[in-house]
């Protein structure tokens, strides 16, 4: 599966792509079924899966919620088969310019009905810089997304400004500029369920509150190009490098010191 001449214009202009028939039916229920049963038994484990965005990006807090897991191919072979789907990254490797792909992390969230969390705009770019900013973001919609329950939205364009200030009062949590790039002047993304959601980790992007009645439920992928190296040692998942597509010939395995101490 490859992108039209015209997506790939569309992509380099805006920063994104929706795209649809990645996954099929039975792969998207497969998905839908391990992912409401991860999340029903870590809350039965009393797992803390709060992930409400911190800062002061905010002038009033309303009660809002987003749950969160991290690193889903660690708890279900369904999530590892969804990272190898052929359709998949044969569209990333177009997106991160290189045959050779790399897994960075994954992770879920879901917006509860009526209380989800606004998500305020920002770069993935300061959670884990790269030097030839190949990293892209592939969000894949278990349920059909709009602005009333809590879906994406979008600057078009805006990973060609490079990386924006961070403007948080925290080290956890960063965001950019909420006057600047207000969630009021974004692009909606609607999409429907099994649609996937390509962008930039320099595209600014934010989520709106879920005010509706519908849960929002999202699968994130991270990758980058083999070839591209990180600025800075931070934010590495277990699974980090993991090579999901072509080869990593920069990597020194150094597998005669696998034994060491």
Known sequence: MSLLPEQKQFYSQNGYILVSNIF???EISECSTAYDTLFADKVKNKSNLEAEWKGNWKNEHKKQSVLSIHNLQCHSSTFTKMLLNQNLLDIV????????VCLHHTKAHIKPEKI???FPTHQDYHYFPY????MVAIFIHL???????????????SHRLGPQENKSNVETHFYVDQDKF?????TSVVAKRGDVLIF???????????VSDRVRRMLLFQMMAAEDVPLKGIHL????GMVLRGRNAERNADIEKRHEA
């Open 24 to 26: 099929t039916e039975t």
């Open 237 to 240: 998942s277990p699974c980090h």
């Open 93 to 100: 490797a177009e997106t991160v310019g290189s045959p050779n």
């Open 182 to 186: 207000s969630l009021d002047k974004a």
């Open 200 to 210: 930039s980790y320099l595209l600014v992007h934010g989520s709106y509150p879920n």
């Open 131 to 134: 030097k030839n900013d190949s």
């Open 116 to 118: 989800g969390a606004t």
């Open 143 to 157: 349920d059909d997304s709009d602005t009333e329950n809590g879906g994406l939205a979008v600057f078009p364009g």
